[in-house]
């Protein structure tokens, strides 16, 4: 079973706002950046954004960044992405992913470098 669970997809017109929620085991949460991840049809999937694991340090796709925010809220293991002004190019199937840091702390892992993902979670905005 997928070990990130995302939460708060739908379906949204465009310059609408949702909040996907992705809670971890506090195992995986507590010593892992989180970032997340989209993947349109017939499209790679493509990084949106990611947060250190203390949180001090968040990074974003050109193509989200001053919409998107990604904070973490530790107390519930869980990271949010909070989506504003929502364009129809941001439709696609969004995953949670976890980066361990005991190894090693990237500022911006790669997509190879994750260790934990999510199922995915839809989010649809109509024009």
């Known amino acids: 079973q997928a070990q990130l669970v995302e939460t708060g997809g739908g379906l949204v017109q465009a310059g609408e706002s949702l909040r996907l929620s992705c809670k971890a085991p506090?195992?995986?949460?507590?010593?892992?950046?989180m970032g997340w991840y989209r993947q349109a049809p017939g499209k790679e999937r493509e990084f949106v954004a990611h947060?250190?694991?203390?949180?001090?340090?968040?990074d974003y796709a050109a193509s989200v960044k001053g919409r998107f925010t990604i904070s973490r809220e530790n107390a519930m293991n869980t990271v949010h992405l909070q989506m504003d002004s929502l364009k129809s190019e941001d439709t696609a199937v969004y995953y949670c992913?976890?980066?361990?840091?005991?190894?090693?702390?990237?500022?911006?892992?790669?997509?190879?470098?994750?260790?934990?993902w999510g199922q995915g979670i839809q989010v649809t905005v109509s024009l």
């Open positions: 947060i250190t694991r203390n949180g001090s340090v968040r």
């Open positions: 992913a976890a980066k361990s840091t005991i190894l090693s702390d990237v500022r911006i892992p790669t997509i190879g470098q994750y260790d934990y």
């Open positions: 506090v195992r995986i949460f507590s010593r892992s950046g």
